[in-house]
Structures are given as structure tokens and as C-alpha cells.
């Protein structure tokens, strides 16, 4: 059986790591290579970069730290920010990242996410879907932040997503984003059962229990989360034995890593 995964999300600008709700309101939570290389040790399964206001801003991804965070992981590391072209994937793969997110620009120029997965194969190739519920079961996508409405469908978009090439998909609901009052459990219970790539949660944990929930009742395969962990709410280690405790699979935590100090020695 597939372990689920635990992800933390280190949510970038003017490079510091930050958090706020629905984008706004940040919060400054540290370096991002330092809290990378510490995630690394604490048992993350993936590490998810996303540099918030690159397509905003009309301006690249920070490559230099990038190629800083990808040196200090052992870990799948994915990128995401900015990203409108083949030349900005191979540049960032080549940086290290393992996988590369894109969101408004699949949505704007959905050619690319078939390109890229020719290019580096599907796995490489993460659609990141921003929603915000417009009714009873059913959410429109957003863009830019989540700050410009599309009119898409957002299930419809998630199948489309799947048809072109996306290897997985990083499904985030702007209504809970930085709330800690839990995923949106209809929304990706409804994504998983239309597609058959991996879905990521995104958007509301704030306990081990939401975790779960994410798991069990949105049919997850992997959850990302920011603040819980970036406040020290609650440990990675804390996650996985309370979703172990329940029957959930997960890779264990290396117990010796954890002792390791930031330099790599015990």
C-alpha cells in the first residue's frame, strides 16, 4: 500500500518564508533554506516552494534559492511561482527541483502542461488549482494568487488538468486557506473521484485530525500544510503517529536524523 505524505509548503516572497489567509495579512516565519533544511530532518515527505507573488509581479522565480533549498534536501522538492514556459522548467529542474507546479499559466495557456510532460515526463508536472466555492458542490478556479476569477469549473478543470499530461494535482480551497478550521473535504473528495493522478489537500489544517480527515474522508494522497508546522503546533513526527495510531501508511520518521543538528552532526 502507497504511504501518504506529509508536506509542508514554504509559501515565499521578497525571500523570506511567510504566511498569512488567503494570501494576505502575511506573517514573516524565517529563512526559507533554513526551515527547508529543518523540515528535511524533521521527516517531511516532499518540501512544495511556492514563490507567491512571482505571477503578479510578472517577474521570474528566485533561481538562487532554489538552487540553495534543492542543496540541503534529501527529499522530492517541488517549485511553483511565475513559471509560463518550457525554458522556466528546465531551468528550475536543472536547479534541482524534482517536480515543478503550475497554476495560472496551465489555466491561461493549457498547452504547457501538455509540452511539459512530453518534454520531462507527467511526473514532473504538478497542476496547482486555487478554488473558492460558488455553490452547493461546485467551486470556480481562481488565478493569480487567487485574487482573478476564471469562470472554470473547477472539477471540470481538474479532469482537464489530468487529460493533458499532469502527473498530480496541488488542489488548495481559498475559503480555508491560513483559517486552520480544516481542508474542504467536499471539494477534494469530489476532485479524487474525478481523476485518477494524486491529489494534494491545500488549504486549512490546523490539528493532526484535519490531516486525517484529509486522508480519509477527501481521499487524499498527500496533505500540504504551512502554518501547523510553522508555528510548531504540531511536529511532522506528532502527525505521523497520530495517522499511524489510525491506520493510515506513513513513511516513519528517522529517528537519527532528528537528533542531527543544522551542520549534519549529532
Same mark, same amino acid.
Given at each position: 500500500?502507497?504511504?501518504?505524505?506529509?508536506? %509542508?509548503?514554504? !509559501?515565499?516572497? &521578497?525571500?523570506?518564508?511567510?504566511?498569512?489567509?488567503?494570501?494576505?495579512?502575511?506573517?514573516?516565519?524565517? !529563512?526559507?533554506?533554513?526551515?527547508?533544511?529543518?523540515?528535511?530532518?524533521?521527516?517531511?515527505? =516532499?518540501?512544495?516552494?511556492?514563490?507567491?507573488?512571482? $505571477? #503578479? =509581479?510578472?517577474?521570474?522565480?528566485? #533561481?538562487?534559492?532554489?538552487?540553495?533549498?534543492?542543496?540541503?534536501?534529501?527529499?522530492?522538492? $517541488?517549485?511553483?511561482?511565475?513559471? $509560463?514556459?518550457?525554458?522556466?522548467?528546465?531551468?528550475?529542474?536543472?536547479?534541482?527541483?524534482?517536480?515543478?507546479?503550475?497554476?495560472?499559466?496551465?489555466?491561461?495557456? %493549457?498547452?504547457?502542461?501538455?509540452?511539459?510532460?512530453?518534454?520531462?515526463?507527467?511526473?514532473?508536472?504538478?497542476?496547482?488549482?486555487?478554488?473558492?466555492?460558488?455553490?452547493?458542490?461546485?467551486?470556480?478556479?481562481?488565478?493569480?494568487?487567487? $485574487?482573478?476569477? @476564471?469562470?472554470? =469549473?473547477?472539477?471540470?478543470?481538474?479532469?482537464? /488538468?489530468?487529460?493533458?499530461?499532469?502527473?498530480?494535482?496541488?488542489? @488548495?480551497?481559498?475559503?480555508?486557506?491560513?483559517?486552520?478550521?480544516?481542508? &474542504?473535504?467536499?471539494?477534494?473528495?469530489?476532485?479524487?473521484? /474525478?481523476?485518477?493522478?494524486?491529489?494534494?489537500?491545500?488549504?486549512?489544517?490546523?490539528?493532526? *485530525?484535519?490531516?486525517?480527515?484529509?486522508? @480519509? *474522508?477527501?481521499?487524499? !494522497?498527500?496533505?500540504?500544510?504551512?502554518?501547523?508546522?510553522?508555528? !510548531?503546533?504540531?511536529?511532522?513526527?506528532?502527525?505521523?503517529?497520530?495517522?499511524?495510531?489510525?491506520?493510515? %501508511?506513513?513513511? %516513519?520518521? &528517522? *529517528? =537519527?536524523?532528528? *537528533?542531527? &543538528?543544522?551542520?549534519?552532526?549529532?
Amino acid at each position: 500500500m502507497l504511504t501518504k505524505r506529509l508536506i %509542508p509548503c514554504l !509559501d515565499v516572497k &521578497d525571500g523570506r518564508v511567510v504566511k498569512g489567509q488567503q494570501f494576505i495579512n502575511l506573517k514573516d516565519h524565517g !529563512d526559507p533554506v533554513e526551515m527547508a533544511r529543518a523540515y528535511n530532518q524533521a521527516g517531511a515527505d =516532499e518540501l512544495v516552494f511556492l514563490d507567491i507573488t512571482a $505571477t #503578479r =509581479e510578472k517577474r521570474e522565480i528566485m #533561481r538562487e534559492m532554489v538552487l540553495q533549498v534543492a542543496a540541503c534536501l534529501f527529499i522530492p522538492f $517541488t517549485v511553483g511561482g511565475g513559471i $509560463t514556459s518550457i525554458e522556466d522548467f528546465r531551468s528550475l529542474i536543472a536547479a534541482g527541483a524534482d517536480k515543478i507546479s503550475i497554476n495560472s499559466a496551465a489555466v491561461c495557456t %493549457p498547452g504547457l502542461i501538455s509540452r511539459a510532460a512530453a518534454k520531462f515526463g507527467s511526473q514532473a508536472v504538478v497542476v496547482a488549482i486555487d478554488g473558492r466555492r460558488r455553490g452547493s458542490g461546485s467551486w470556480e478556479v481562481l488565478i493569480s494568487g487567487g $485574487t482573478e476569477e @476564471t469562470g472554470l =469549473e473547477l472539477v471540470d478543470w481538474a479532469r482537464e /488538468a489530468q487529460d493533458r499530461g499532469a502527473g498530480e494535482l496541488l488542489l @488548495t480551497s481559498m475559503d480555508r486557506d491560513g483559517s486552520r478550521d480544516g481542508y &474542504d473535504l467536499e471539494m477534494l473528495k469530489a476532485v479524487n473521484q /474525478a481523476v485518477s493522478i494524486p491529489v494534494i489537500a491545500s488549504g486549512g489544517a490546523g490539528s493532526p *485530525e484535519h490531516l486525517y480527515q484529509a486522508f @480519509t *474522508e477527501g481521499e487524499a !494522497d498527500a496533505a500540504l500544510a504551512a502554518s501547523i508546522w510553522h508555528q !510548531d503546533s504540531y511536529s511532522i513526527k506528532e502527525g505521523k503517529e497520530y495517522l499511524a495510531e489510525r491506520g493510515i %501508511p506513513v513513511r %516513519p520518521v &528517522d *529517528e =537519527e536524523l532528528l *537528533e542531527e &543538528d543544522n551542520d549534519g552532526r549529532k
